[in-house]
């Protein structure tokens, strides 16, 4: 299975710290909005520091794969409230 990654831009996919950072920035958009901007944020950095010493190649790109994956949904919602079209099937 390819990479979600691909979906985002390579100077973000394949820096680790690139990624949180703009992690970081959509918790606070997201929390700004929904006022709970501090929850949001402690639970991104909660989830990259306690795998920040993870060595095991597939295991880092399940997580940052995992984190791209919460980017381009979180993109995809914000797509659909501005234009009011649906870019995903519901189940």
Known sequence: MPSLQTALPPELADNAIRLYREC????KYVGHRQHNTKLLVDMVRQQFKRHMHETEPEKI????DDAAR?????MLY???KITG???SQSS
């Not at 790109?61 to 940052?64: A, C, G, P, S």
């Open 78 to 80: 914000e797509s659909e």
């Open 70 to 74: 919460g980017l381009i949904n979180h």
């Open 24 to 27: 970081l920035r959509r918790a």
């Open 85 to 87: 079209r649906k870019f």
């Open 61 to 64: 790109q399940k997580l940052k």
